[in-house]
Nanobody
Framework: QVQLEESGGGLVQPGGSLRLSCVGS???????????MGWYRQAPGKQRELVAR???????IYGDAVKGRFTISRDNAKKMVYLQMNSLKPEDTAVYYC???????????WGQGTQVTVSS
């Protein structure tokens, strides 16, 4: 069973920044770059939503709420994906989940999530 482990969450004031990291240490190294890596978030009482996604060609997709503020990146050699979050707002408060997906491999893995709280 592949495990994804997130880190970097915490409490930050509005306007601040955080950087989330996710490692897929148990993903086979030679296959890591074929996974679409993504960040999703879920706030209390709301559905899980896409934050950002990056494919093997480093093409990215962002949710409308975070465009221009968040940046997703990946390091295939380290089996890492990152989410740089700038200009954070209270409405960004949520549990952030890392995801690794590949339809050909029938794979869809989730991390356990990391809490991000934006509050003064």
């Amino acid at each position: 069973q592949v495990q994804l482990e997130e880190s970097g969450g915490g409490l930050v004031q509005p306007g601040g920044s955080l950087r989330l990291s996710c490692v897929g240490s148990e993903i086979t190294s030679s296959l890591y770059d074929v996974y679409i890596m993504g960040w999703y978030r879920q706030a209390p009482g709301k559905q899980r939503e896409l934050v950002a996604r990056i494919d093997s060609g480093e093409n990215t997709i962002y949710g409308d709420a975070v465009k221009g503020r968040f940046t997703i990146s990946r390091d295939n050699a380290k089996k890492m994906v990152y989410l740089q979050m700038n200009s954070l707002k209270p409405e960004d408060t949520a549990v952030y989940y890392c995801n690794a997906a590949n339809s050909i491999l029938h794979a869809n893995y989730w991390g356990q999530g990391t809490q991000v709280t934006v509050s003064s």
